[in-house]
């Protein structure tokens, strides 16, 4: 595909490129054993659920070994499983079980930092002749005993630790139990590339890339400088530009050799996590195509909900693609709030319409597609350790990780016993069981975005075409497969009408209210208050 929103004839989309991927944050999607806790079996469970939604791949947040320090994103062991979800036989099953239901399984990688028990730091630390202490990022006190430098945690305070036994400190982006790896160590990298094999040999068919910007940092440990743009109420971090710590230019040869690993393996696919402005999430497909397949496009998150934000929000971003890079765009994810909570549940359902019909992939998140909202916990219910660090900010993010609603019982049929988060107080009317009765649900709309998308070659690969940014009116055209659909979103709460004398006639395929399926529309489209529809125009 092009990067001006045509599409590319030259060659059949991919998996990826045509699909919907699925997170699940694996501790709240489903327990089996009845700790409180979601596991592998629970997903194992539920994939013909899944299946019947009408996604194409599930991506799994962390699975690994870990103190849970950051609920697995502190990794003490790369090639195994935690006891709290399963073992390595129940991972098996779990693939082999999705391939056969014609889903693909995603992975999280997280290799820009490991856990403090990590057997690797554990000999780092051991002693500064340890042959893996260079495996981390080591340095000497400043002159006055503190930090070596300025850099700090995106977590709060200093992202040094001193280490009292060898008298360095340690760089950690995150929490001090998640020491940085050194990816300028040729071990470092052949180690992590060992990873990739061992899960790509057991049939993954990708990986997302955890914090995929910060891998390298400045080599000369510079000073990180202001950020003028800092203000009361930001995450502390922000105070400072991230110059030397994050984004550095040789953080590209490190992508490309971890595209080049998993491309010899054929039909994978590499998503990056990178929160960063639409020029450089461009840069991260790589000069030659050697990048991550799909850079995240967090823009959805943060924006303001406004045709005003949106549309040139989508059309930069087109614009920003290069050549042969492929879109994707996210809408929720286990570190931002929920869509419903950010938008209500009117314009949560005119935003999976956004989310599922602009080009490129879309990765939906668990729950969204009934209508999940954002939870508030109760501070003696908290986890995470973002707002234990960082407190009275809004930066934790327990409230869009609670457990998945499937139905109307004391647990919301996630579990037998009192889940690890509290369950949203709406779960009785918010769940999968009440909503596959509903004509017009939330879970309806979805797998009808869903199934539209599986029948229409245009939405799933087709071109895109701005058409209107008026008012409360967001429109725009996909094309291809011989047919083209118009995509119509009112994004407020009064009715609209909106004037097409220059496009043919049509048909209404689907409205985000679940009802007009079939209507004519000629010359004018009417629209309801928080309501979208996709109109199949004559040929």
Known sequence: MAGDGTADTQSAPLWWQAGV???????SFQDTDGDGVGDLAGILARLDYLAELGIDAVWISPIYP???????????????????FGTLADFDALVAAAHERGLRIILDFVPNHTSDQHPWFV??????????RDWYLWRDPAPDGGPPNNWLSEFGGSAWEFDAATGQYYYHAFLKAQPDLNWRHPDVVAAMHAVLRFWLERGVDGFRIDALWHVIKDARFRDNPPNPDFHAGMNPHARLSQLYTGDRPEVMEVIAGLRALVDSYGGRVLIGEAYLP???????????????????????????????????????????????????????????????????????????????????????????????????????????????NVPG??????????????????F???????PWLPLAPDHCEVNVKVQQREAGSMLTLTRALLALRRSHGAIATGAWQPLAATGDLLAYLREGDG??????????????????????????????LCDRVGERVDGALDLRPDEGVVVALAG
């Open 123 to 132: 000999q780092s630390r051991a002693g500064r002749d340890n042959p893996r």
């Open 412 to 418: 919301a049929g996630f579990s037998t016993v009192e």
């Open 278 to 388: 639409l020029d450089r999430i461009a840069a991260y497909y790589g000069k030659n195509g050697d990048g991550v397949h799909l850079p995240f496009n967090f823009t959805l998150l943060s924006a303001p909900w406004t045709v005003a934000a949106l549309a040139p929000l989508i059309a930069a971003y087109e614009a920003a693609l290069p050549q042969g890079g492929w879109p994707n765009w996210v809408l929720s994810n286990h570190d931002r709030p929920r869509v419903a909570g950010r938008l209500g549940p009117d314009q949560a359902r005119v935003a999976a319409m956004l989310l599922l019909t602009l080009r490129g992939t879309p990765t939906l998140y668990y729950g969204d597609e009934i209508g999940m909202t954002q939870v508030a916990i109760p501070p003696e219910r908290v986890q995470d350790p973002f707002e234990k």
């Open 66 to 84: 870990s103190p849970m320090a950051d609920f697995g994103y502190d990794v003490a062991d790369h090639a195994a499983i935690h006891p709290l």
């Open 393 to 410: 900010l809004g930066l934790g993010r327990d409230g869009a990780r609670t457990p998945m609603q499937w139905d109307d019982g004391p």
């Open 21 to 27: 991927i699925y997170q699940v944050y694996p501790r």
């Open 483 to 512: 047919e083209r659909l118009l995509v119509a979103l009112n994004l407020g709460g009064e009715p609209l009408s909106a004037v097409l004398a220059q496009l043919p006639a049509g048909r209404i395929l689907l409205s985000t």
